[in-house]
């Protein structure tokens, strides 16, 4: 790699792109912030996080020479916020550090002479996933390197970082993991736990949700495909259970629903528990109710709610025990 200093900007060119794309600091997560970057932020990484360039099986085209990228250097910023773009997740740290940097310009250059622009790709819709994330032992980060180092020793140890909330009060910072299913069986189901009195309130960086139990329905179910049973078979199939263990007969089934609602003012935790939880209708607008629970969906960046996603920063669980 080449570096050419003009006044705050730097000109990276790139000459070996299969190596670069399989070095370690990109596999390691070795990245920190949103358009904005730290300084040791891996510029190959933030590449891929803007969209300029993914990776690929296959090699490059013999015709391209290299990948050149001009960044322009800017003052450290006060913190440096975490997502999820083009399938790569940037980091979040809470302190100026050092000096920063964004991507001006990335190009291809042609071993024929002249250049391609690329264009970026900064927007991008988190895709939803199972939830399911079994207990595991946490271990605390103190420092980036900290966190760089355990995700290239162990994959799968998860960071737990916390936030304040709007009320300025200790929240943990959103991850599909605090929402997951603990285990498969079902008290360890997040909905479960909801049913049980929990409440999940959720947090985007200007509005808090509300997420609880609000009790059963019974629906229609679904008309076998079958046209002809024998009494025998009416007879058997006349009371079965479902999946989540609620009984069903041939015409109904009993199931759990849940209520979606924005909070109208975020109140202290010392407050909730005062007038009830979950909240009293006059402190909440109910959004969506009656809500089956595969109706609520959650990915990296957010929830999917009776088809809106709402971006989430914090997320609690309370109750009042």
């Known amino acids: 790699m080449k570096r050419q200093s003009i006044a705050s900007k730097l000109s990276c060119q790139y000459s070996s792109l299969p190596i670069i794309f399989n070095s370690p600091l990109v596999r390691g997560g070795q990245l920190w912030g949103t358009d904005v970057y730290t300084y040791d932020s891996d510029l190959v990484a933030v590449l891929m996080h803007t969209g300029y ?40 740290w809470g302190a100026a550090i050092g000096c920063s940097y964004c991507v001006e310009r990335c ?26 994330a079994p207990v595991a032992v946490e271990r605390t980060m103190t420092t980036r390197a900290a966190a760089s180092n355990a995700l290239r020793q162990q994959r799968f140890v998860r960071e737990v970082t916390i936030q304040y909330n709007l009320c300025n009060e200790p929240w943990i910072k959103y991850s599909i993991s605090i929402v997951a299913d603990k285990g498969l069986k ?49 007879s058997q199939n006349h009371f079965v259970h479902c999946p989540n263990g609620e009984r069903t007969d041939n015409d109904n089934t009993l199931i759990d629903v849940f209520r979606w609602s924005r909070c109208k003012k975020p109140l202290p935790q010392k407050v909730m528990r005062s007038i009830g939880i979950p909240l009293p209708s006059e402190h909440v607008e109910v959004l969506e109710d009656n809500l089956d629970w595969e109706d609520v969906q959650w ?3 957010g929830v999917w709610i009776a088809g809106k996603e709402y971006q989430l920063a914090r997320v609690h669980f309370l109750s009042m025990n």
């Open 299 to 301: 990915s990296q960046t």
């Open 53 to 92: 360039c993914r990776l690929t099986a296959s090699p490059p085209p013999p015709a391209i020479q290299e990948l050149r990228a001009t960044i322009r250097v800017l003052p450290p910023q006060d913190c440096y916020i975490s997502t999820l773009r083009n399938n790569v997740r940037s980091r979040a």
């Open 186 to 234: 079902k008290p360890l189901y997040t909905s479960a736990r909801l049913k049980k009195g929990e409440v999940l309130y959720l947090e985007t960086h200007s509005c808090r949700y509300e997420l609880c139990f609000s009790g059963e329905k019974m629906v229609k179910t679904i008309a076998s495909s079958q046209g002809h049973e024998t009494e025998a078979e009416k």
């Open 107 to 132: 190009c291809i250059v042609k071993k024929g002479g002249g250049a391609i622009d690329l264009e970026p790709c900064l927007t991008h819709t988190s895709a939803v996933e199972p939830t399911l």
